[in-house]
């Protein structure tokens, strides 16, 4: 079982979405994120004066699946967001140790199926 966290732009979301929803994932968790990636943010001018605003406002999609999800999850995920464009969105991977669904007490696998 794995955690893919991505982080997307807000404009990409419907397309993810989309995608994710064509490669058979449906469990998906959204929240407004406010972040940086290796560009430090930018900077802009605020009544005359350079300022630097170093969060932008992103998606964080979270998505726990089987390993046999992972690619494909990952793949829909990219043709959702990838414009070739920085800020385009990053992706992590994590381990996950174990899921519960609360109302039945199943685990594992069968629990994020
Ligand atoms: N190392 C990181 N740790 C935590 N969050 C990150 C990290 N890298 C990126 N993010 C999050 O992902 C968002 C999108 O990152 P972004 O696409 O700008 O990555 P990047 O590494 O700067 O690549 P690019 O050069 O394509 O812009 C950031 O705004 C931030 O929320
Ligand atoms: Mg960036």
Redesign the pocket.
Known sequence: MKLII????PHALNEVKQELYKAEVYKVSITN???????K?YTEQYRGIEMEVN??K?V?VEIAVNDNFVKPTVDAIIRGARSG??????I?ILPIEETIRIRTGETGSVAIG
Do not use: P, S, T
Not at 6 to 9: S, V
Not at 33 to 39: E, N, R, S, T, Y
Not at 85 to 90: H, L, R, S
């Open positions: 991505a982080y997307i732009q994120a406010l972040g940086c990636g290796q560009q943010g969060l932008l992103k964080r464009e920085i800020g385009d969105g990053k992590f």
